[in-house]
């Protein structure tokens, strides 16, 4: 008997440069195959989740859009001690952006973030700076100001997230299946965040995003590790998307897809 799995997703999230529908219909088709697999939405699953043997978290957009019920179904995770892939033990996207500032102060290579106009000093001195909310994902409420726009800003410190704005070469992403590197893809156009192309990382590269996948400590799960090449070649983390990170699945090429369907269907029956 196949086991029974429940895949949350939102089919109709509309996402710039992403067709979030599109890669689910394509991995639920493979899971198929090994798993009776039902999908719905995170605002509709409690009362199917005790009835499944494992409940896979995917393209469901940015949980700011429904804080009340992504909250309540991680408590239910963990009273319940449901079966969950990715498990919900992460300390990045899963819980918000604070990781920025915590891999900040730890010395991690990562984007310099503050959350307070008081602590802007400890941000290097360039043309224009970043912010967004602590909470957001996706871009919702990214903004770019001048120092001097930044100064005029109220800003209720903690909630709003302030770096450098970066003059970086181009952004890539590595993908990783628990800690297994699978493989990279990267934007050579800086103004097309997702028109992605195979990139062949180095013995570097991959050191570099598995420093984060240990930061994080997650034993069953799919992450993707976003970062900027800036113009002196090091690589600074962008953003760890530990929750429900797109996977481009369909835009690499058929070997690495095949390869990385093989590896998920293992781990999610582990």
């Known amino acids: 008997m196949k086991k029974k799995v429940l895949y949350l997703t939102d089919l ?56 009340d019920v992504y909250e309540s179904f991680v408590k239910r995770v963990k009273a319940q001690h449901l079966n969950t892939f990715n498990e919900f033990t992460g300390k990045a996207d899963m819980v918000g952006k604070q990781y920025l500032l ?37 871009s919702i409420g990214l903004e770019f ?34 800690d297994k590197f699978e493989y990279a893809l990267y934007a050579p156009d800086k103004s097309k965040r997702w028109a992605l192309e195979k990139y062949v990382a180095t013995e570097e590269d991959i050191a570099f995003a598995t420093e984060f996948i240990r930061w994080n400590n997650i034993r069953s799960g799919i992450q993707r590790i976003d970062a900027c090449r800036t113009k002196d070649g090091k690589l600074l983390l962008v953003e760890l998307e530990d929750l429900n990170p797109y996977l481009s699945i369909l835009e690499v090429d058929e070997p690495t897809r095949e390869r990385f369907v093989k590896d998920w269907i293992e781990a999610l029956n582990e």
């Open 12 to 67: 109709y999230y509309k996402a710039k440069g992403r067709n979030y529908c599109e890669e689910d219909l394509w991995l639920t088709g493979r899971l198929k195959d090994h798993f009776d697999v039902a999908l719905c939405h995170p605002s509709n699953s409690e009362s199917f989740e005790k009835d499944v043997d494992l409940i896979v978290f995917r393209n469901t957009g940015g949980v700011s859009g429904f804080k």
């Open 145 to 178: 100001l001048t120092r001097e726009a930044l100064g005029g800003r109220e800003l209720e410190p903690g909630l709003t997230l302030i770096q450098p704005m970066i003059d970086f070469q181009y952004e890539l992403s590595f993908y990783f299946i628990n």
């Open 102 to 138: 915590d891999l900040t102060e730890a010395g991690y290579p990562v984007i310099p973030t503050v959350d307070t106009k008081a602590d802007i000093g400890k941000l290097p001195d360039v043309p224009k700076y970043v912010i967004k909310p602590k909470d957001g994902a996706d």
